[in-house]
């Protein structure tokens, strides 16, 4: 989660600072080998969780149900993981809600014995996980290097002392050295993992701020975090399921079909935050979400789509919804206890699966047009360009502007500098000795845009992905307007662009790669109306152990979809000996009539926002 991001014009900011350099620090502590999997308080209780909530959901994960007799802990959904406002606001130094000494202060009227808690969790055979650098009532007020330094590190001790073994680490404060935590964390002596929520302004390869670069390119990632986020926040809509799982593409793929190393992996996996599955289509008994349109797809369609997708991506499997509602569960079982997607999420065979090809026609033959992913506009921080290059009679000072308070020295803003580039920013912070970091945002006031930080050090004192205080000012961070990203209900319907395809395995709106409808109007929350053209499919792949693959075809549009592919274009080898594949549906849990070699894979009459999920493998006879 996030706080409210605001709308500023073009802006610096400048923040003197010690600098504390940091070596990058892998995880790697046996954990994560395969997805995480669980559930997260977030999407259920926001700001207002407490711990008999949080117990009670607790043993629903652990409440054995279904035809087999057994629970969500059971099938490997063994995190339970506690959000936000578990805090003290206010109550610690400097308004914060850490002591002087840098213990963290929990809230006692909403978790009055923390430790209870996490005991319960591990007689149930449940991991507790807790959520740090909070956005509600975020610490950003910290100058002194040395005190930050504490707070991570006891903050580390707590985590462990109280029997949390799962750390999310969000933005919205100032302690964002994902390298200083695992460091710390490791110090504790307990496995913990690590969730880096940075809304994909922090992952493997991208190296932005010195002393944390990995390139999770290695067996075992090298990244000190065990999942990371690649996307913004996730909302109950299918425009933002689909947004969220096609941020993924850059760090998937298959070495055996030539793609790049993927960066999704054991130890650090890739996800488009949590799943959505329970949320969407279940908002009625009938199974589906009311439309303004009067359209709906079919009673759960949406909610396995979503599933089948973070199965297929080998995304962290983070249920977020009401545990605690037996209706609601037992209309979702069907899709979150099936085990055979659930091997497929956590089967491991150099892949952590790939998008094979985005299908953009009604045109059922088997030659797949258009490769590539859709993103919407605003989903990414683009950090190379915006605007034109400042001349260079015009220098990049540091004023003390208007905005500057009287006697404030570790902040610049340059607020009124509208052609800086982010170019011209790293050139001159670079050459500046008095510059530790900056923040640059590109675009019209009150317009949808982006900004981005850039460290010289790894301090990081001042990340600002969301609203921070700095020198007593509040500014707004690099992930300005993610949130904003969607145009008002309706009006991308009938939008006059047709919208960019991202080459796969480039870096998400890179250049002009923007958006489903870049020029379209790109104001309002997200979440509102995005609907995709009918004709519109996604086919996903993930090659598993032994030589069989899996399948994921998902129809994007409302109408029924109908698309063939030769065994060829979906990435299955057969060898000599091989003259059929056996087919298995995933959803149905049953057979499917084997495909004849030199023939094609069929997905036939897949309804509005519902998908196929198979399984093929080569035999040598029927």
Request: charged share 15%; with cysteine.
């Amino acid at each position: 989660m996030m706080a409210g991001l605001s709308n500023v014009s073009c802006w610096l900011l400048f923040v003197v600072f010690v600098q504390l350099q940091e070596p990058t620090s892998a995880l790697d502590n046996g954990r994560a080998l395969t997805p995480p999997s669980g559930w997260t308080a977030w999407n259920v209780y926001v700001f207002h969780p407490t711990q008999p909530l949080i117990e009670a959901s607790m043993r629903a994960l652990a409440q054995k149900r279904g035809m087999k007799n057994q629970s969500l802990v059971n099938l490997g959904y063994v995190q339970a993981n506690l959000d936000d406002a578990w805090q003290a606001c206010g109550t610690g130094v400097n308004h914060s809600f850490h002591d002087a000494d840098g213990n963290p202060l929990f809230n006692l009227h909403a978790f009055p014995n923390i430790s209870a808690m996490t005991a319960l969790a591990a007689t149930l055979g449940i991991e507790s996980g807790l959520y740090m650098n909070n956005c509600l009532c975020a610490e950003n007020m910290f100058n002194d290097v040395e005190q930050i330094a504490k707070i991570v590190k006891r903050s580390s001790m707590a985590v462990a002392r109280l029997g949390f073994s799962n750390l999310k680490l969000d933005s919205c404060g100032q302690f964002n050295n994902l390298t200083l935590w695992a460091i710390e964390l490791n110090a504790t002596g307990v496995a913990m993992t690590i969730e880096n929520c940075h809304q994909g302004g922090m992952t493997p390869g991208a190296n932005r701020v010195p002393g944390q670069h990995c390139s999770g390119t290695t067996s075992i990632s090298d990244c000190p975090y065990s999942s990371y986020r690649t996307s913004d926040d996730i909302q109950p809509t299918w425009a933002h399921v689909i947004n969220n799982v096609n941020s993924l593409v850059p760090f998937l793929g298959d070495e055996s079909v030539g793609d790049p190393t993927p960066r999704s992996r054991p130890g650090g996996w890739a996800y488009g935050d949590a799943l959505q599955t329970g949320t969407m289509g279940v908002l009625s008994p009938a199974g589906y979400t009311p439309r303004p349109d009067g359209w709906r797809p079919q009673p759960l369609a949406e909610d396995r789509s979503n599933f089948g997708m973070h199965c297929i991506t080998s995304s962290p499997l983070i249920l977020s919804f009401n545990l605690t509602n037996e209706t609601l569960m037992d209309m979702v079982w069907p899709i979150i206890a099936n085990e055979e997607a659930l091997a497929i999420n956590r089967q491991w065979a150099g892949t952590p699966g790939r998008l094979v090809t985005t299908v953009w026609s009604h045109d059922s033959h088997a030659h797949a047009t258009n490769d590539g992913y859709v993103l919407r506009k605003g989903q990414i921080g683009k950090y190379d360009g915006w605007g034109h290059a400042l001349p260079a009679a015009h220098g990049l000072t540091c004023p003390n502007d208007e905005d500057q308070k009287p006697g404030v020295t570790p902040t610049c803003n340059l607020l009124h500098v509208a052609t800086t580039t982010i170019r011209d920013a790293q050139e001159w912070c670079t050459a500046n000795s008095s510059c530790a970091a900056f923040s640059y945002k590109g675009g019209l006031a009150n317009a949808s845009s982006i900004a981005t930080m850039y460290f010289k050090d790894a301090t990081q004192l001042a990340f600002a992905d969301s609203n921070f205080h700095a020198g007593g000012q509040v500014q707004s961070g690099w992930l300005t307007q993610i949130k904003s990203a969607l145009a008002p209900p309706g009006l991308w319907h009938n939008a006059p662009c047709s919208g960019t395809i991202c080459p796969p395995n480039s870096p998400p709106c890179h250049e002009a790669c923007f958006s489903i409808a870049p020029c379209c109007s790109d104001q309002g929350p997200a979440g509102e109306t995005l609907d995709f053209s009918d004709g519109v499919g996604q086919l996903w792949s993930k090659r598993l152990n032994g030589a069989s693959i899996a399948l994921l075809f998902v129809n994007l549009g409302k109408t029924d979809l109908t698309h063939s592919f030769t065994l060829e274009e979906v990435g299955l080898k057969l060898n000599n000996s091989n003259h059929w594949v056996a087919v298995r549906d995933v959803w149905k849990r049953s057979p499917d009539p084997p495909i004849k070699k030199g023939s094609y894979i069929t997905f036939a009459n897949v309804s509005g926002h519902d998908s196929r999920f198979l399984i093929l493998t080569p035999q040598t006879t029927n």
